[in-house]
Nanobody
Framework: QVRLVESGGGLAQAGESLRLDCAAS????????MGWYRQAPGNQRELVAT???????NYADSVKGRFSISRGNAKNTIYLQMNSLKPEDTAVYYC???????????????WGQGTQVTVSS
């Protein structure tokens, strides 16, 4: 069973910074991509940033230059450094991993439970 655990959300004022952590655990053969998505009330879940096993990153236009995704020394851990936060960054942030639990299995998507980020003006 695969489990993704997020931490680091909370309340910040506009212009401040927060960091989100996510660790994947359980039966994992290999991880293709990990990333962060967010969902604000009334909106669909949207991509924030992703990072591949090779370290290639991808960002939503709305966070480019402000957010930075990285991997820990343990390749099953990722971080999202969020700087210059804006009220429109307020959302529940979800960690995602696209991974194989066993060799030869098709990769699947797994999600964390979500962590709230609230930015006040």
């Amino acid at each position: 069973q695969v489990r993704l655990v997020e931490s680091g959300g909370g309340l910040a004022q506009a212009g401040e910074s927060l960091r989100l952590d996510c660790a994947a655990s359980g039966i994992i053969f290999s991880i293709n991509t990990m990333g962060w998505y967010r969902q604000a009330p009334g909106n669909q879940r949207e991509l924030v940033a992703t990072i591949t096993s090779g370290g290639r990153t991808n960002y939503a236009d709305s966070v480019k230059g402000r957010f930075s995704i990285s991997r820990g020394n343990a390749k099953n851990t990722i971080y999202l450094q969020m700087n210059s936060l804006k009220p429109e960054d307020t959302a529940v942030y979800y960690c995602n991993a696209n991974l194989r639990v066993y060799a030869g299995y098709h990769p699947g998507d797994y999600w964390g439970q979500g962590t709230q980020v609230t930015v006040s003006s």
